[in-house]
Nanobody, 120 residues
Framework: QVQLVESGGGLVQAGGSLRLSCTDS????????MGWFRQRPGKQRELVAT???????MYADSVEGRFTIPRDNAKNTVNLQMNSLTPDDTGVYYC??????????????WGQGTQVTVSS
């Protein structure tokens, strides 16, 4: 079965960059849709970016032009490259994956979450 392992969270100053990584090291099969959610303080969990197995990407308006979501299908890995970070980007970031090219609500798999903190 799928086990998502995340890394790369931490503390960074405004204007800096972080690169998150999420890898399924357990499954024998390639995942299709993968993506990142985040939960900012006092807010509901929100979708940040997604990428299909074919490389089609989608970004939330709040991160468009600053974040990218590259993946390596051979390694079942998805990254989140975060540039020009602001304090409003602070939150817990979660990796998600599914076995079809759509992240079905209430389905699929979740990572454990990794904290991203952006200071002024």
């Amino acid at each position: 079965q799928v086990q998502l392992v995340e890394s790369g969270g931490g503390l960074v100053q405004a204007g800096g960059s972080l690169r998150l990584s999420c890898t399924d090291s357990r499954s024998k099969f390639n995942l299709k849709a993968m993506g990142w959610f985040r939960q900012r303080p006092g807010k509901q969990r929100e979708l940040v970016a997604t990428i299909t197995s074919g490389g089609i990407t989608m970004y939330a308006d709040s991160v468009e032009g600053r974040f990218t979501i590259p993946r390596d299908n051979a390694k079942n890995t998805v990254n989140l490259q975060m540039n020009s970070l602001t304090p409003d980007d602070t939150g817990v970031y979660y990796c998600r994956a599914d076995v079809i090219d759509y992240l079905r609500p209430g389905r699929g798999f979740w990572g454990q979450g990794t904290q991203v903190t952006v200071s002024s």
